[in-house]
């Protein structure tokens, strides 16, 4: 067993600022399940969404906030993390992050608008803004003697009160396999951040890394923990259709920036779904083009921004304009074939400002967790922004609380497994699973696809567990069971939503309720 004050699984945006603001006086482990770089953090292109130009305020952002989560949103989250938003931004900058510059007025730095947003108020890097965040804070943790990184490995489980026969409700760190050694580690810390990131990975389409397979989600419904609002997932509307393109997303700023979407023929059909056309929010510009693919036969829609001078389009989506290239598509002269891919998970595991969780000292930050900011559907940019604020709000809240110990914790018992037999199980189950979510709870929903999907995920459940209790674990099985369970978690939520509101769409239920209410999930036992 390893003892630390903090153990945080996950080394995303929220898992590494996390780190930053508890190492000065906090001995903290980063458990990771690849390299520390992997995950979606570094991968976000447009920016991050804050009250940073003069013309802007914390109540404007609020708003639109409001207006895209559909009614659902929680007022106090959405107001704590925008008045938080300068201060998260200017942390970031005083960290080192090169966010480009206005070339008007390079004193200042460049804000850009997405869909959804009424200013201008998305800081970012070009259009790599991830990756620069990124790479500024992981120098920053590898130089941190309180901070160890525990890279190529993966948590499998929390380690609860439940196990120790205990009655209060309390996380005393994990068990984690060690990818190189194969062995299966008990780490141990009265304080738990759950920062593991989405569940883009259920659908066959997605934007997501291959990190985000819902470790985090399960471990903390496993663990007792109640999980809401997971039927709203968004479905980014521009991800590159390619065969060999895999999960390459366009940015909203090339809508932002004056792209229009086309059928096939050059006609453009988003002024006759919405009236802000292309800057309407993500889940109408998404359930448009899935609308107008499903109606004609479409393959893709195309995104055309070759209306632009090429010199700006090459100095503002650098890095989409050759990742295009090298698909043979030159965007300074021809239109970007898309299609819409799962992409953010507006639920996750329930928690308050402070990010804290239903077990005492396990917090969840980050795209995990359930704050209630994003409602019904996300607003572009606000989910760095809400992994930096809550961040910050885990660490502040386990630095106001004196150091303690935590019991000695039993070792993983690996006494009744064997060695797989064949793995054939575990790649099949995986496909199938994504392939069911993808054609039965995709952007457009019935009752009678929730159930079939329902069905389907049952015999996979069973099949799963099964092989779970019988062979030694592995990184694909235990993101398996994580994964078959968060497609559970989604169907269940969707299935009790008897209305149409933000992200989640039903054929049966087309009308939105009056009363907007979340699907809350609590566990049994
Ligand atoms: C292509 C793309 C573009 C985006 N663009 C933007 C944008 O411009 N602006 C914006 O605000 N948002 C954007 N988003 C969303 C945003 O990037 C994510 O919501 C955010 O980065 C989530 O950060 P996180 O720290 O919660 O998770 P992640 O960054 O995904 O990190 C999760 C971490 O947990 C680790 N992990 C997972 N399971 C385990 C386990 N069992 N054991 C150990 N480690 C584990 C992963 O390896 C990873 O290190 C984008 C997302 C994508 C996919």
Redesign the pocket.
């Known amino acids: 067993m390893r003892t630390f004050d903090v153990i945080i699984?996950?080394?995303?945006?929220?898992?590494?600022?996390a780190a930053l603001h508890l190492a000065g006086e906090r001995r903290v482990a980063?458990?990771?399940?690849?390299?520390?770089?992997?995950?979606?953090?570094?991968?976000?292109?447009?920016?991050?969404?804050g009250v940073l130009g003069s013309g802007d305020s914390v109540t404007d952002h609020v708003r639109d906030t409001l207006s895209a989560g559909a009614g659902l949103c929680n007022r106090d989250a959405a107001e704590f993390v925008v008045a938080g938003s300068k201060a998260a931004v200017e942390w970031l900058i005083d960290a080192g992050v090169p966010f480009s510059r206005d070339e008007a007025n390079p004193e200042q730095f460049h804000l850009t608008r997405?869909g959804g947003h009424s200013r201008r108020r998305?800081i970012?890097a070009e259009d790599a803004?991830?990756a620069a965040v990124?790479g500024t804070l992981a120098e920053k943790v590898r130089a941190n003697p309180n901070i160890q990184i525990?890279e190529q490995?993966?948590?499998?489980d929390l380690i609860t009160s439940r196990k120790l026969g205990l009655k209060d409700r309390r996380c005393f760190g994990?068990y984690?396999l060690d990818q190189a050694s194969g062995e299966v580690e008990t780490l141990a810390a009265p304080h738990t951040v759950l920062?593991?990131?989405?569940t883009?990975k259920v659908y066959l389409y997605?934007?997501?890394?291959d990190?985000?397979?819902?470790?985090?989600l399960a471990?903390g419904w496993r663990a007792g923990c109640r999980v809401a609002n997971m039927e709203f997932i968004q479905f980014?509307p521009t991800c590159l259709y390619h065969p060999h393109a895999k999960?390459?997303?366009i940015?909203?700023?090339v809508r932002g920036e004056g792209g229009v979407l086309k059928l096939p023929d050059g006609h453009r059909f988003m002024p006759e779904h919405d009236e802000r056309a292309e800057l309407a929010p993500r889940d109408i510009v998404a359930r448009a083009i899935d609308y107008e693919m499903k109606k004609r036969g479409l393959d893709c829609v195309h995104l055309d921004i070759s209306h632009k001078p090429a010199d700006f389009l090459r100095a503002h989506f650098p890095n989409i304009h050759s990742r295009c290239l090298e698909f043979g598509i030159d965007m300074t002269r021809q239109p970007i074939p898309v299609v819409p891919a799962a992409?953010?998970?507006c639920g996750g595991i329930m928690t308050d400002l402070r990010g804290r969780t239903d077990l005492a000292g396990l917090y969840a930050?980050?795209?995990?967790?359930f704050t209630g900011l994003h409602g019904a559907n996300?607003l572009?940019?606000?989910?760095?922004?809400?992994?930096v604020v809550y961040?910050r709000a885990v660490a502040t809240d386990i630095l106001a609380q004196r150091r303690e110990s935590v019991p000695t914790l039993p070792d993983w018992d690996a006494s009744r497994v064997t060695d797989p037999a064949e793995e054939i199980i575990i790649a099949h189950n995986w496909d199938e699973l994504r392939r069911a979510m993808w054609d039965y709870v995709g952007i457009v929903r019935t009752r009678k696809r929730l159930a079939r999907a329902q069905h389907r995920i049952k015999l996979l459940t069973d099949e799963i567990n099964e092989y779970y209790s019988t062979f030694r674990v592995s990184a694909d099985l235990?993101?398996l069971r994580?994964l078959v369970l968060t497609a559970d978690l989604i169907v269940r939520c969707a299935m009790l939503r008897h209305e149409s509101r933000g992200l989640h769409y039903s054929v049966d239920y087309p009308q939105t309720s009056p009363i907007a209410v979340n699907t809350v999930l609590t566990p049994e036992g």
Not at 195 to 198: D, V
Not at 211 to 216: N, Q, V
Not at 380 to 387: G, K, M, P, Q, R
């Open positions: 699984i996950g080394s995303g945006l929220a898992g590494m600022a980063i458990v990771t399940k690849r390299k520390l770089l992997d995950g979606a953090s570094s991968w976000a292109q447009g920016g991050i969404a997405e998305i970012h803004t991830g990124q525990l490995h993966i948590a499998i994990a984690v920062a593991a990131g989405g883009g997605t934007t997501n890394p990190t985000a397979t819902g470790d985090g471990m980014h999960s390459f997303l940015s909203e700023a992409h953010y998970t930050a980050g795209e995990v967790g996300r572009a940019s606000n989910s760095l922004l809400e992994c961040a235990i993101e994580n």
